[in-house]
């Protein structure tokens, strides 16, 4: 495919970076992750706001505005084809001539971006939905969630500790048995009706899906949605448990460490809100 490095459009394997990138050596670098169906992304607008904060958090100079962003997004979707693309965003620190753990100054940020395939628009059917079975573990990243860092170690080691367990997620929960997200998407709960999500702070990611969800079920009078602690027992015992991130929407969870959610199916409020998403999502 072609991908976009610094100004340029190449074919995957012509774009290079230098090994002294501080991506490359400290994971110093933010990404983002947008979704594009039959050409329109979803969430871009949140997305973008989303890296410059992370940016500004790191003190990364970049001056891309908004519009480049989406030039680059739709040039990437043009150039690679495909109804159903997720856009890579990557922007690091840029490379050095050593490797010095303090920010250096006056190097200038490497610029990366690719679009791949995923899977199309999730469906709010209860026996079509790609159902999600996790592990539960208990969160060993760092104190700095909220930003979005390529620096993704602690979230592909426990990743992989679900998948070898034949799981296709893992829910994690902090010291004091509070869940916090899972390893690449936020959490939400339904007990007896009543809608939960851990409340954004620095331990989970401020997901644009999670954002998406919660404003558009504000805007129906009819779900309690609250932004509340849930603890591990609260999530062992609730009649649906969801993961959500920009290709999964709204994922139905089916069990957790071998234990069904409720009957083993997607559930009802699961079905209304994922119908929901679909209609106000773009
Ligand atoms: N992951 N939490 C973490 C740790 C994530 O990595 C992600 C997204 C989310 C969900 O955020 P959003 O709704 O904005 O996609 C929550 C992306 C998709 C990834 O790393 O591939």
Request: net charge negative; proline share 4%; hydrophobic share 35%.
């Amino acid at each position: 495919g072609t991908v976009y490095l610094n100004g340029e459009y190449l074919g995957a394997d012509e774009a290079k970076i230098s090994p002294m990138d501080r991506g490359f050596l400290f994971g110093d670098g933010i990404y983002e992750v947008i979704p594009s169906y039959q050409g329109k992304m979803l969430g871009f607008g949140a997305h973008i706001e989303r890296m410059n904060n992370g940016l500004n958090e790191l003190e990364i100079k970049l001056d891309y505005s908004a519009d480049t962003w989406r030039k680059i997004c739709n040039d990437l979707c043009e150039k690679n084809q495909g109804d159903n693309l997720g856009i890579y965003l990557h922007v690091s620190r840029g490379a050095d001539t050593k490797r010095a753990h303090g920010y250096p100054t006056n190097i200038t940020p490497t610029v990366f971006a690719f679009a791949f395939e995923i899977p199309a628009e999730p469906k709010s059917d209860i026996d079509s939905a790609t159902t999600y079975t996790v592990s539960l573990e208990q969160d060993r990243r760092w104190q700095r969630c909220h930003i979005k860092s390529t620096a993704l170690l602690g979230n592909v080691i426990h990743y992989q500790h679900g998948a070898a367990a034949g799981n296709k997620e893992t829910i994690l929960f902090n010291r004091l048995e509070e869940i916090t997200e899972a390893s690449s998407s936020n959490v939400f709960i339904v007990k007896e009706g009543v809608i939960s999500t851990p409340p954004l702070d620095n331990q989970i990611l401020p997901g644009i899906t999670r954002w998406l969800i919660i404003n558009i079920l504000h805007s129906y009078s009819d779900f309690n949605v609250q932004e509340r602690i849930i603890s591990k027992e609260e999530l062992l015992d609730a009649d649906e448990v969801w993961i959500t991130s920009a290709t999964k929407e709204v994922g139905p969870v089916v069990k957790v460490n071998g234990k069904l959610v409720g009957d083993g199916k997607p559930g009802a409020v699961w079905q209304q809100v994922q119908s929901l998403f679909t209609k106000h999502k773009f």
